[in-house]
């Protein structure tokens, strides 16, 4: 079923998803940007900046699996990403509504 | 001939050693703190944070292995210490002039 719908992907629908992975992205990693920058700014202790540098081993490792583009698991990137709230389905405006349905609906479980 | 003066340390210049540590440590890791406190403060940029992200990973390595006690290798702990900066010749007084001289002579090479 998943894979009838990846063949009917056209080119436009392949654009969005890329540039919406790539806001998508943009958001995650400013908010970490931000957050960080927060945590920074109250250390004081050791035990409190090895616990940063554990926070941004985890980041990093997750950031990068996480907005490679794989047409077989898009779907589901996507899904997580609008839980996780780093994607808006307005951002994928454009796919087909069943797609955006599918997602939406994943999204919530 | 670095045998010889092992046998030769005292209870007192053990503990002497290993107090010099401790502070060695805290000015180093205090140090760090600061400076990553400093740098997280400007960040702006993905980069930046995984900059700062290896350089907590090297730093975190290093300081992990540096501050061991260990008596075969102190006179040359101490030096490379005092060679960085983070310990000075009067946090080890107590020790014998010529173990002195020797972490002296081997900080400037």
Known sequence: MLQDSEKQ?????????QQALQTAHQRETSALIANIRDR????TELE???YLHD???????????????????IVFDFARLVKEGWLR?????????????????????
Chains 1, 2 share one sequence.
């Open 40 to 43: 920074a700014s109250s250390l």
């Open 48 to 50: 409190d900046l090895w």
């Open 89 to 109: 389905l307005e951002d994928i405006q454009g796919l087909k509504p069943e797609t955006l349905s599918k997602i939406s609906v994943l999204a919530r479980m």
């Open 9 to 17: 992907w056209s080119e436009t629908e392949k654009q969005i998803a």
């Open 55 to 73: 926070l941004l081993s985890t980041k990093r490792h997750e950031i990068d699996g996480k907005y490679e583009y794989n047409q077989s698991t």
